[in-house]
């Protein structure tokens, strides 16, 4: 018998707050699909990192990953709305 041994992550209130933003502004038929996706990749993202939380710039990352290339060009205007300089995130946006 084998035994799985998993971690919960946990998560700080910035990267919760940004999180519930994001979903605020993505259509109700696939919000719980957007949170579900959102979710799993900051984890694994986290994971990846060594780290054992959530913050706000890996949901960043796995918001910006997860966007369809095509859409991709409306990012800095969400996040100008979100009050988030693009500037900031050239790397993601770009790479």
């Known amino acids: 018998m084998r035994k799985l041994y998993y971690t919960i992550m946990n ?11 994001v979903l605020l502004q993505t259509p109700h038929p696939v919000r719980e699909q957007t949170e579900a996706q959102l979710r799993g990749t900051s984890e694994a993202m986290a994971e990846e990192e060594g780290k054992n939380r959530v913050g706000v710039e890996t949901v960043i990352a796995a918001w910006v990953r997860n966007t369809p290339e095509a859409l ?3 990012l800095p205007r969400q996040m100008e ?4 300089d693009p500037d900031e995130y050239g ?5």
């Not at 709305?81 to 988030?84: D, Q």
């Not at 790397?91 to 790479?95: F, I, T």
């Open 81 to 84: 709305r979100f009050g988030l």
């Open 91 to 95: 790397h993601l946006l770009n790479g």
């Open 72 to 74: 991709r060009c409306d």
């Open 11 to 21: 998560w700080n209130d910035a990267a919760e707050d940004f999180l519930n933003q």
